[in-house]
């Protein structure tokens, strides 16, 4: 008599391999047949427009929502391999258990009715191996799924702060101020709003940042102490001031040079839902962009009406670069 048991985990594996395979194959078809309809979305012959807030944040992000994929099929993928081998095992011992001709052999003879089979080890060790890689792709797909959690609430936090600056600074703009978005730079970085105007030319760095949770009943404040901004709940940002004096010298330089006259630019750090108090000077501006707006209805002039259009014609520019 054939033992069952080995018989069984032989006629598994066919299984398994097929269902891996072809889930495989379906997920990857799905995947690549979204990405040729994404490419075929754009037309990039009919014209640019300017730069949305928060245009650099918003492709990462849908990019970001793509890179989900991997840890999903990962986990996917190792929970499938991980079943099928504890259901090949499982069944393979009920098999056994419930044979009484098997059982008696194996009472009689011992486990040497299984290992003595040709194939019995070879078997074993592809189930033990496609065991650990199916762990090895649960731990990677987890870890990285927690990655691609924090990555995903660091995106939709900054995208919708620059968004709610974009929104908050339209008073400016219906005073005759310029607002630019997403301004690119010959750095790693990009300038997230430049608004120009009567008052001058303003680069604003947005920091946004979500509620702590033991704040409860207390008023969002940020105090700016030197180089810092201490947040109520125990928050600090140490480099968002020198980021935006940065962004603002090199932003200088490059309109100096494009309209041929020295151009000032400030550098301002946007903190949007949050009251701002500075206890210490600084360089850097840090407001509340609702009302760093109204400042900018009320501020002396400073640049001529015909500075302000050289400026903004050439941020046009550069910002004018959106395919349709």
Known sequence: MKPEGPNLVLGALPMVVGGILGAVVVLTWGFRKALRARRRFWSRDKGHLLRPPGHTLAEKHSDH???????????????GIIGAVIWTFGRAWYN???SGPLRARLETEGWVIFTDTPKFWPTILSLLSGL?????????????FLDWLRDEYRLRTGLRGERAVAEEMQPAVRAGYYLFHDIPTNADCNIDHVIVGKGGVFVIETKARSKPENTDGKSMEAIVDGKRIRFTGGGVESKAMNQAEALANWLSD????????????????????????????????VRNPEYFAKELVSAPPALS????????YQLEQWCRDVPL
Do not use: C, H, K
């Not at 929502?65 to 929970?79: C, D, Q, T």
């Not at 650990?132 to 990285?144: F, P, Q």
């Not at 009406?305 to 903004?312: D, F, G, L, Y």
């Open 65 to 79: 929502g793509e890179a989900v994929l991997r840890p999903i099929f990962a986990l996917f993928m190792g929970s």
């Open 96 to 98: 056994i258990q419930t």
């Open 132 to 144: 650990i890689g199916g762990i090895a792709a649960v731990v990677w797909g987890r870890y990285r």
């Open 254 to 285: 490059s309109l100096s040079r494009s309209t041929g006259t020295i151009v000032d630019v400030r550098p301002v750090v946007a903190l949007p839902g949050w009251f701002v108090r500075q206890s210490e000077p600084s360089n850097v501006l």
């Open 305 to 312: 009406p015909e500075q302000v259009t050289r400026i903004a």
